[in-house]
């Protein structure tokens, strides 16, 4: 073969080879293309869905408490009645009323958690801690809790509302789930690469593998020989691990399955960048 020749080859060749290349340029540009109408249709079903649950959420609590409202002055009417019945009716409505509207609160918290866009802040976790152990003063006084605390807290980073919510749910199960009567401890344990893991330990009886595995898991609900977190509607730890990957933290969850050794709820949080 003649130098010529070997030229044309070796240009046929290249030309070929570019076309391939541009080919293979134009199929992923409209790869990218697609992928990139994927997530814009993608980002405005998910900007929809949040609205749409924040509007039932709200449009349902008006009437709901309506009707709390309207339950409670009939009972009150009614509370020289002798009829047993129909007053334990009353406190049926009453108690599904109220229940009612804490998945309704879980349902537009979770709407939240998902659109607002927060900068951390440092937070005063004592602060945070007292206002919740003044939201659960009643249950815990329902259920004779005892629960401990360190005197002093790390400076974490995270928005003070919902860290609040974290602490609320992680309490309120420890109470509701813990032994007779519950004892419930919170602390902290500090954690490699600049975080701070915070727990709530129980006495109850713990939790089955199966169980520990899906508590997290958005709508789920754990068969009735198992443990049943935020009254088995299966919003309240899912909303508590949204809300702590959002924070850039980790939930967790630890338990021996053996009664009175009781289970452990965890979350992590960074610290300060200057700490």
């Known amino acids: 073969m003649t130098n010529d020749s070997r030229t044309q080859v070796d240009e046929q060749a290249l030309l070929q080879t570019i076309e391939e290349q541009q080919q293979t340029i134009q199929q992923l540009q409209q790869e990218n293309e697609r992928l990139q109408r994927d997530i814009t249709n993608r980002e405005a079903l998910i900007a929809d869905l949040n609205a749409f649950s924040h509007m039932v959420a709200h449009d349902l609590k008006n009437p709901l408490t309506a009707l709390t409202g309207y339950s409670f002055l009939l009972a009150t009417r009614l509370r020289d009645l002798q009829d047993v019945t129909v007053l334990r ?160 933290g980790e939930v967790g969850v630890q338990s021996t399955n053996q009664p009175g050794e009781g289970s452990i709820f965890s979350f992590t949080l960074p610290l300060p960048p200057e700490a």
Do not use: C
């Open 89 to 248: 009716y009353l406190e049926i409505i009453d108690q599904t009323a109220t229940r009612m509207a804490r998945i309704i609160d879980s349902l537009m918290l979770l709407a939240l958690v998902r659109q607002q866009q927060i900068e951390p802040q440092k937070l005063d976790m004592g602060k945070i801690i007292a206002g919740v152990e003044s939201r659960l003063e009643l249950l815990a006084f329902q259920h004779h809790a005892q629960i401990t605390k360190p005197q002093d807290w790390p400076v974490v980073m995270g928005h003070a509302p919902w860290v609040e919510e974290v602490w609320a749910n992680y309490i309120s199960n420890a109470i509701k789930h813990g032994g007779d009567p519950p004892v419930i401890e919170l602390g902290f344990t500090p954690m490699p690469e600049g975080k701070i893991r915070f727990w709530v330990r129980d006495n109850g009886e713990g939790l089955a593998d199966k169980a520990a595995s899906n508590l997290f898991t958005s709508f789920t609900r754990q068969d009735r020989s198992e443990y049943v977190p935020s009254e088995g509607h299966g919003l309240g730890l899912s909303i508590v691990k949204r809300i702590v990957d959002k924070l850039g």
